[in-house]
């Protein structure tokens, strides 16, 4: 391993590295070791172009690039000399030569690598008379992406992007000299599942995500970490919170997970958590059958009255649950515990919805925490259904709606014959029309806990919104309900880092992995995984 | 059609009158493939290498790199193929050397070609062509053609079990393609932009695989220094330059074209004796000694030797060998403006410096020639040309900084001038 010399600082390196890799690797670059740069990205092959990241090595007489230069033992690099601050001056005045300085309305700003640097390194007045070049505004790349030439600094990040990630290559530079732009080919838009993004690795205003552009400033924005819930893969995500609301989900890097990517659709299923189909109030069925809004605590003791009628007339075993593959581990194991404590355990399972999937990150299973849910013992939801359709069952605890997924040959008609039909979900679906009880339930951006991922890794959410109506997470609600039918799971009030604890002392894949100790990139499952 | 031969000949060029000499025949009647028959059969790799390298054969693209050691950049072994390229795209705006040596000495290219290949073990050559180089190309083509199936070329060459084969492609109209990097990206079919280095064409070249890039008059030398020795070569030129080049001269002289004279030749006698002098009697008011983009000579300078270690004390380079005279009614603001209006157009963009440089001081030059200049804006041209210096993937930048250097080193006056007067003081400029 070579050791080299950074401003005066030694570091051991791995081999082969170039010195921003090997930076990138120490986890100090532009966190300690500020070396600024455009086109060099972690994920993407070097390019070599922008020529900001020149720094001064020992024994060469010109200032290299850090991006593609090669560490060697006993290295000695300085970052931080008069030399070098002239370099970065002079690629920072020369990439505004053509720029339209129109951080005021550009909605990069505050964002903006450009600004940032131009800040921190550039100089403080232009020097330049002359006429911008003529670019075009608002270029229409695709279905998602928005182009402002004027913008752009030609870092050829998204070209990049394009042809080295989804290999789809739709940009290319078109022209030469200060005449480049970047472009798509006629009739062939940026259209690939991950084109969001180049967005995001766009360093100045240039591509811009349609979904997001001029809906609010960036600095107005709380960047809370948390999971994309779209699929199985777990993509680690900033969720920009504002207002209560969330206005985006911008990919957080886990080399372990999703590196610094994530999907098209997983980024615009935020739109799931504001959306006007949230499951807003507790609702029983009526005499006349139709379902009527009630307080929480109304519908909870209702339910509780039903469940225990039923196990009073016919024993524990009538009652049945499906479990929902979006709800924590901590949810999960909390009905788990219910029914263990009504003594039914064996009869309850999941329903995963399925789809499409591909060789990056998109995974068939489209909810957040299947792999959970069958490590928290959660079978599929055949048995569960068999027992309804065979009359066995009379009383359903239904976690979500997936179990209405075409794949498991059952619509809501199904369980018309069941006495009871106790319902906690958080959007509206068919499965309502049929449950005598309704309780609203959180999502997972609305609650602190864990989700599995597909490889068995153990991933933190925390709440970046409150739901706009009384919601519990169905934890909690199971909880509640477990009080009101006279049964104790846990000590005390809904503790989703003790119920997370708990988990561990009964589950031995989730020991030591619990919502305290998974930190910002998770941690896998002991053993084999789920 | 074709070019008129050189005005004055060498050893280069002494056959070039004679169109047979573009033959296969007609060459081997000059004693022509002997020298590479000569290194294949008598000669190992290595002594060949080291016969180059003792001639002291510096690369004729511009850069002026020692041939020899160049080869021996080539990693030895077998263990993937090796290939040479011929970079025959002359781009350099006032250069037209190699296209003569493509037209009327096509064998003595692949000759050269031959001897590099065995030297490297190369098992392939690609000829990279300008594009608009027709009738070069058909000539080379038709070489390669008789070459092949004489068993000049191919599977065993000469009969030995050397195997080279050599391609010819056709570019697509870059300047930049003529940079060597550049020209190994247009030639696998890509745009044509310079690879950052590491790593080098010698590790990683044409398709990935170890390659070296000598221009076409480099290799044209080789024949005739394994012919004649390296003793030989090295009597010819001066002590740190041996040997001939073509030098092809153009703008304001009575007989524009290409001489072949040996390295050290005074510019004043290229200019005076062999070009015949300057048209209407005018003075010279400064020389391009080397492709437009190395930096101008005044008039004060021209008794120069023109070789490199005399013209670097001027600040200049020998480049391509390409000489453009201008008389004293030239306007040196509108030679900056041509010129970087050159490179703006030429530059591939990848490089900060070069992109935004280029368009920028373009864009400066056709103001103070328009007469709206200020006094700042000299010192401005010369910050901007000092940044776009030794910082970027390839030399084009530097290309483009040096020749406007050049000009308001030694031709402030002109630029203060326009300034001054809010106009161009020369009313006979051409139109932009």
Known sequence: MPRITIDDQSYEVADGRTILQALDDLGLLMNGVDVPHYCWHPKLSIDGSCRLCQVEIEGFPKLQIACNTPVKDGMVIRTQTDRVKTAREGVMELLLVNHPLDCPICDQAGECKLQDYAYEYGATHARTREPRRPAKKKVDLGPTIVFDQERCILCRRCVRFCREVPGTGELMVQGRGDHSVIETAPDQPLANDYSMNVADICPVGALTTKDFRFKIR??????????????????NVHLGVANNRVYRYVPRRNDAVNETWMCDEGRLSYAAIGAADRLREPQLRGADGRLVAVAFDAALEEAAARIRRAVDASGPGVVVALASPHATNEDLFTLR???????????????????????????????????GARALGFGGPGPVLDRIRGGGARVLIALGHDVLDPAHGANEELFRSLDTLILLDSHHSALERVAHVVLPARVAAEKLGTLTNHAGRVQRVEPAVEPAHLAYAE??????????????????????????????????????VHVDSVGAEGLPLRGPSA | MGLEAPYVTGYLSEHFADAAYATLQGYQAKGGYEAAKKALKQMSPTQVVEEVKASGLQGRGGAGFPTGQKWSFMPPGNEKPKYLVCNAD???????????????????????????????????????????????????????????????????????????????????????????????????????????????????????????????????????????????????????????????????????????????????????????????????????????????????????????????????????????????????????????????????????????????????????????????????????????????????????????????????????????????????????
């Not at chain 1, 515990?337 to 919805?353: D, M, Q």
């Not at chain 2, 000759?111 to 180089?133: C, D, M, N, P, S």
């Not at chain 2, 000469?158 to 990097?181: P, S």
């Not at chain 2, 073509?246 to 390295?263: K, T």
Request: glycine share 14%.
């Open chain 1, 218 to 235: 960036v600095w107005f924005l709380e960047d809370v970490p948390g999971v994309c819930t779209g699929c199985s893969n777990g993509c």
């Open chain 1, 475 to 512: 934890g909690e609600t199971l909880l509640r309900l477990a009080r009101a039918l006279g049964l104790a799971l846990f000590e005390g009030p809904w503790d989703p880092r003790a119920v997370s604890r708990a988990i561990g002392a009964a589950v031995p894949a989730f020991a030591g």
């Open chain 2, 90 to 432: 002359e781009s350099e705006p006032g250069s037209f050397k190699d296209r003569i040596l493509m037209e009327r000495g096509p064998h003595l290219l692949l000759e050269g070609i031959l001897i590099g290949a065995w030297a490297t073990g190369a098992e392939k050559t690609f000829i990279y062509v300008r594009g608009e180089y027709a009738e070069p190309a058909r000539q080379v083509q038709r070489a390669i053609d008789e070459a092949t199936a004489k068993g000049f070329l191919g599977a065993n060459v000469f009969g030995t079990k050397f195997r080279h084969e050599v391609v010819l492609m056709r570019g697509a109209g870059a300047y930049i393609c003529g940079e060597e990097t550049g020209l190994l990206e247009s030639l696998e079919g890509k745009k044509g932009q310079p690879r950052k280095k590491p790593p080098f064409p010698a590790q990683y070249g044409a398709f990935g695989m170890p390659t070296t890039v000598n221009n076409v008059e480099t290799f044209c030398h080789v024949p005739h220094i394994l012919s004649r020795g390296a003793a030989w070569f090295k009597g010819i030129g001066t002590d740190k330059s041996p040997g001939n080049t073509i030098f092809g001269v153009s703008g304001h002289v009575n007989r524009p074209g290409l001489y072949e004279l040996p390295l050290g030749t005074k510019l004043d006698a290229l200019i005076f004796e062999h070009a015949s002098g300057v048209p209407g009697g005018r003075k010279v008011k400064g020389v391009i000694p080397g492709g437009m983009s190395m930096p101008i000579l005044p008039a004060g300078m021209l008794d120069v030797p023109m070789a490199n270690e005399f013209l670097r004390e001027r600040k200049t380079m020998l480049g391509t060998g390409g000489v453009m005279v201008m008389d004293e009614t030239t306007c040196m603001v509108r030679v900056g403006c041509v010129i970087s209006y050159f490179f703006r157009d030429e530059s591939c963009g990848q490089c900060t410096q070069c992109r935004e440089g280029t368009g920028w001081m373009n864009k400066v030059l056709n103001r103070i020639e328009r007469g709206a200049g200020n006094p700042d804006d000299l010192d401005l041209l010369l910050d901007v040309a000092g940044k776009m210096e030794g910082a970027t993937i390839c030399a084009f930048s530097d290309a483009a900084a040096w020749p406007i250097q050049g000009l308001l080193r030694h031709f402030r006056e002109d630029f203060e001038a326009h300034v001054r007067l809010g106009r161009c003081p020369f009313p006979e400029s051409f139109a932009l």
């Open chain 1, 337 to 371: 515990r219910l029914l263990e404590a009504l003594g039914t355990s064996s009869a309850a399972g999941v329903a995963v919805p399925n789809g499409r999937s591909d060789a990056l990150l998109i995974k068939a299973e489209k909810a957040a925490n299947g792999a």
